[in-house]
């Protein structure tokens, strides 16, 4: 729906909520073969993210949870990402744990020293890593979201060309504006001849890759952690999944690419940790579109 303008249009968004809210919902519960009297609690996303999608969601979840009188829990979209990560293998989570959270909205380092507890080490100055995939897809005239379109384009060679890589003051911190507009001046042939398109996608990759994985293991090591999780809808992405695991002497944990793009199983799955540490929500809990992490 949103492919044709290139990136998520708020408004479309809310009202396909609505639309697919209850027909979602029943799909679901006939696919897991229960009904609503099986549930135990609800998890809800409050924030991050666009407000009106959020409503949707929220008012939806505050409406079973009080018809079935069952508690709320009120979750945060970055640590539904992180909980992927323990929803398949190996469910005891080693702390210290060095997070690297990539969506489209959200660039962040979080270093996570036990459940529920978060200090973000670094961000993104400008765009977040999907935001650049996509934003590049779009100015190369690929589709969206543009993420596996690059990977596809890319298609595993090894780029020739090197694109540069940003210098940030703070060691942690992310930028890919810089790569974009470099992106943009070679297609535009401001830099002499206009490369092949799968060689350029590789290259961006490549750029993306280096970046995310040089900064996260630095981190990693200067904070000693125990272990180093990928969560969000770029580790979907098998360049970055295998140059982190490649280059990373310690253990590495990705969820499966389902898990790493926005699921409701990972929202679940941090909602029974909330409710073990016992945070159930109130029913006039409020949405959150600029909730942070750490
Ligand atoms: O976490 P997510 O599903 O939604 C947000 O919370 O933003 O992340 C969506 C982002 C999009 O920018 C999309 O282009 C990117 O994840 N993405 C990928 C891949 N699959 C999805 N980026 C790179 N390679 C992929 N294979
Ligand atoms: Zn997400």
Known sequence: MHARYGGVVPELASRQHVEAMIPVLDEALKRAACTLRDIDAVAVTTGPGLAGALLVGANAAKAIAYARGIPLVAVNHLEGHIYAAWLEDAPEPRFPTLCLIVSGGHTDLVLMT????????????????????????????????GGPEIERLAGGIAPALRL?????????????????????????????????????????????????VTKTLAAARDHAAAEVILVGGVAANSALRQTLTKRSPLPVRIPRPALCTDNGAMIAACGWWCLQAGQAAPLDADVQPGLRIG
Do not use: I, N, W
Not at 168 to 183: A, E, I, M, N, Q
């Open 164 to 212: 540069p890589r940003a210098k940030l003051s703070r060691p942690y911190d992310f930028s890919f504006s810089g790569l974009k507009t470099k992106v943009l001046r070679l297609v535009r042939g401001q830099e002499g001849p206009v490369p092949a398109l799968p060689e350029l996608a590789a290259a961006f990759q490549d750029a993306v890759v280096d970046a995310l």
């Open 114 to 145: 036990d459940h529920g507890r978060y200090r973000r080490l670094g961000e993104t100055a400008d765009d977040a890593a999907g935001e650049a995939f996509d934003k590049v897809a779009r100015l190369m005239e690929l589709g969206f979201p």
